[in-house]
């Protein structure tokens, strides 16, 4: 049996993900083609808010989870998030729990989706109004031991490419094997203060295992995340902010 814990919504966000008040849910499953038109697509996801919603069950294989994205759909507005309440929405979608997370912001640029390009939208409602979301992933978590243990990576079978653009400052951790950890996702939940502006000065805050560092640079040359062919390694550090290993 697993214990499943709030923080469990960490560990196997996109990025690739906190319930406030009671309320009813109800949701609208339809298809949709998950990139929008390019008049509405931005240059750069860079820093756009999103949150997520998090349908959990347990299988014969392990621990399961349905992702929802609210990104490009709308900016999570903070009243309808606040109103979102995951015990009704678990109720209604007839799962044994739904996490919510966020509000997170994107670090990378672009995202390249690479499986059949359709995803599922779902609308949650909740006290406040309804929440437009997208399905874009569902994520086997394959070590359920490691589920909400800061610095713990997870395997996170996305089938995309996450590239961050020359001339981005990002924000890199190095554990004690020299294997390199990219942010690709800053959050607000253990910090609600917490902006970009503040993420080169973390190191100072975190509480690294033994012979890890962080750093701050200005990439030269794109960096990209491809995770195709294997899974993306995924974990977070103590404020949840998400990283993903830097292929070699």
């Known amino acids: 049996m697993f214990v499943i814990r709030r923080s469990a919504v960490a560990v196997i966000s996109l990025s690739l993900l906190a ?61 309808v998030w606040r109103g979102l309440d995951g015990g009704a929405i678990a109720q209604t979608e007839a799962v044994p729990f739904a996490l919510l997370n966020g509000p997170r912001f994107w ?25 437009d979301m997208n399905r874009y992933a ?34 890199v951790l190095t554990d004690s094997n020299g294997q390199r950890y990219v942010m690709q996702s800053w959050s607000q939940q253990r910090d609600p203060a917490l902006i970009e502006g503040d993420l080169a ?17 200005t990439l030269e040359n794109d960096l990209v995340i ?6 993306a390694q995924v974990f ?3 404020l949840m902010n998400t990283y993903s290993l830097v292929p070699a």
Request: aromatic residues 6%.
């Open 107 to 131: 670090l990378m640029d672009t995202v390249e989706r690479l499986d059949d390009g359709s995803v599922i939208k779902k609308t949650f409602s909740g006290s406040a109004g309804d929440m």
């Open 19 to 79: 319930s406030c008040s009671s309320s009813t849910s109800s949701s609208e499953g339809t298809t949709a083609d998950s990139t929008p038109p390019a008049s509405e697509a931005p240059v750069s996801m860079r820093g756009l808010r999103y949150c997520e919603v998090l349908l959990l069950n347990l299988t014969e294989a392990g621990l399961r989870a349905e992702v929802y994205n609210t990104y490009p759909l709308n900016d999570c507005l903070d009243d």
């Open 226 to 231: 491809d995770s195709t062919d294997a899974p």
């Open 201 to 217: 000065g973390l190191g100072s805050r975190l509480d690294l295992p033994e012979g890890w560092t962080f750093g701050v640079e």
């Open 138 to 171: 569902v994520v086997a978590i394959g070590t359920p031991d490691t589920i909400g243990k800061a610095y713990s990576p997870q395997k996170v079978d996305r089938k995309s490419r996450f590239s961050f653009l020359a001339g981005s400052e990002i924000y």
């Open 236 to 238: 977070q550090d103590e």
